[in-house]
C-alpha cells in the first residue's frame, strides 16, 4: 500500500501514521527523516542536499524527490510505504507521479484530515495554557503564533495539494475532528487495509 496523508498541522496525521504503519507492516517515510539520512549517508543525492544546506539554501523538489526515489527502493519500502507531510506542493505532487511511474509504481490512496482550522488553534492554545500551568516548557510547535505561522502557511502552500489528488479521483476526506479510533476506523474504511 502506497499512501499519502494530507491535512494541516495539529490534524493528527501522525498520530493516524503511528497506526497504519503497525496494522499495515509499512514505514512512515518523513522528508526531513530521509533527507537526514541522505546526508549522514553520504548518497549521491545526498551530497547535493548538504551542500545546498550548508549554503543556506532550500533543498529543491528534484532533490527531495531523489531522496524518496531513493528510499522507497529500501526493503522495508517494497510493499509500501506512507507520506505523511509530503508531497506539499502540486509541482512536488506532479513530480511524485513521475517518478513512481518511472518505476512502474502508483499511489493506492491520498486520505486528506478535514479538521475546522479554527479549533485547531483553540486547542493548541489550551494545551499550551495546561501545559505552562504544570510547570512544564511548552513544545514549540505548541506555541500558538508558532502554530498559527504553520497553519498559515499550510493554508498558502499545501492546501492546494487535496485539489490536485481530487481531479485525479485519487482522494479520499475524512473527518479529523472525531474521538481518534473514530479517524483510525474511518481510515480503515477508506483505504480497506
Given amino acids: 500500500m502506497r499512501l499519502i496523508l494530507l491535512g494541516p498541522p495539529g490534524a493528527g496525521k501522525g498520530t493516524q501514521a503511528v497506526r497504519l ?18 546526508v549522514s549517508a553520504g548518497t549521491p543525492i545526498g551530497l547535493k542536499a548538504k551542500a545546498v544546506m550548508e549554503a543556506g539554501g532550500l533543498v529543491s523538489d528534484d ?19 506512507i507520506l505523511d507531510g509530503f508531497p ?48 512544564l516548557p511548552v513544545r514549540k510547535d505548541d506555541d500558538p503564533e508558532v502554530f ?19 481531479k485525479t479521483d485519487r482522494l479520499k476526506r475524512i473527518d479529523g475532528m472525531q474521538p481518534i479510533d473514530a479517524v483510525t476506523e474511518a481510515m480503515k474504511a477508506a483505504i480497506g487495509g
Fill in 88 to 135: 506539499r506542493t502540486v509541482a512536488q505532487a506532479e513530480a511524485l507521479d513521475r517518478m513512481l511511474e518511472a518505476k512502474g509504481l502508483k499511489l493506492d490512496s491520498v486520505v486528506e484530515l478535514v479538521v475546522d482550522q479554527d479549533a485547531l488553534v483553540h486547542r493548541i492554545v489550551k494545551r499550551a495554557e495546561e501545559t505552562a500551568a504544570a510547570g
Fill in 21 to 38: 504503519v503497525e496494522r499495515l507492516g509499512i514505514p512512515q517515510l518523513s522528508t526531513g527523516d530521509m533527507l537526514r539520512a541522505a
Fill in 148 to 166: 498559527k505561522t504553520r497553519l498559515a502557511a499550510y493554508n498558502r502552500d499545501t492546501a492546494v495539494v487535496s485539489p490536485y489528488y481530487e
Fill in 63 to 81: 532533490i527531495v524527490i531523489g531522496i524518496v526515489a531513493d528510499r522507497i527502493e529500501e526493503a522495508d519500502a517494497k510493499r509500501g510505504f
